[in-house]
T-cell receptor, first 112, second 113 residues
Framework: GENVEQHPSTLSVQEGDSAVIKCTYSDSASNYFPWYKQELGKRPQLIID?????GEKKDQRIAVTLNKTAKHFSLHITETQPEDSAVYFC???????????FGTGTRLQVFP | DAGITQSPRHKVTETGTPVTLRCHQT?????MYWYRQDPGHGLRLIHYSYGVKDTDKGEVSDGYSVSRSKTEDFLLTLESATSSQTSVYFCAISENVSGSPLHFGNGTRLTVT
């Protein structure tokens, strides 16, 4: 079946540094790629998403890039802050379905 | 916050007993989903619904069934719970899966002893 791979599984950075999380997907016709942030004990919440007709999208300190040829997309967080510490999940919509498949998550720790 | 309520929030049950988890939404969204979350596996889709009485299987549907008799309610049933079904279960809703985000409920922590 279709799948989404996410790396790294854990990431530690110093406050103020940048963090990058990468995902690859198997369905070449996927057209929607959201990212979710989950704080400890809380529900996942959407932070940014991108559709296959654009290559990059930014929202303040967060950006997502998409390479359709290589079938991978990445989350970039600049000027990280301790409150960015959480688990981040990428996801991809499987073409011709209503299914959203998630990666296995990245635990980001930002040290002051 | 999207109007999604999951019940119960916590449940402990014994192996072999039936269990039903409920997801209730007040947003009138068409799509509803059940995911389970386990360490090292992320969020895995169990079943989803694209309308009243319209459901389909996800990645890990074995041992689970669902029903949607009303737009606002999506039930997940474990006919005979097993220890491998110990997990955190999240319900999610979406207006349009290709363009609108999933909004998640607060989750149900299920322990099967």
């Amino acid at each position: 079946g279709e799948n989404v791979e996410q790396h790294p599984s854990t990431l530690s950075v110093q406050e103020g540094d940048s963090a990058v999380i990468k995902c690859t997907y198997s369905d070449s016709a996927s057209n929607y790629f959201p990212w979710y942030k989950q704080e400890l004990g809380k529900r996942p919440q959407l932070i940014i998403d991108i559709r296959s007709n654009v290559g990059e999208k930014k929202d303040q300190r967060i950006a997502v890039t998409l390479n359709k040829t290589a079938k991978h997309f990445s989350l970039h967080i600049t000027e990280t802050q301790p409150e960015d510490s959480a688990v981040y999940f990428c996801a991809a919509k499987i073409s011709n379905t209503d299914k959203l498949i998630f990666g296995t998550g990245t635990r980001l720790q930002v040290f002051p | 916050d999207a109007g999604i309520t999951q019940s119960p929030r916590h449940k402990v049950t014994e192996t072999g007993t039936p269990v039903t988890l409920r997801c209730h939404q007040t947003e009138n969204h068409r799509y509803m989903y059940w995911y389970r979350q386990d360490p090292g596996h992320g969020l895995r889709l169990i079943h989803y619904s694209y309308g009243v009485k319209d459901t389909d299987k996800g990645e890990v549907s074995d041992g689970y069934s669902v029903s949607r008799s009303k737009t606002e309610d999506f039930l997940l049933t474990l006919e005979s719970a097993t220890s491998s079904q110990t997990s955190v279960y999240f319900c999610a809703i979406s207006e349009n899966v290709s363009g609108s985000p999933l909004h998640f409920g607060n989750g149900t922590r299920l322990t099967v002893t």
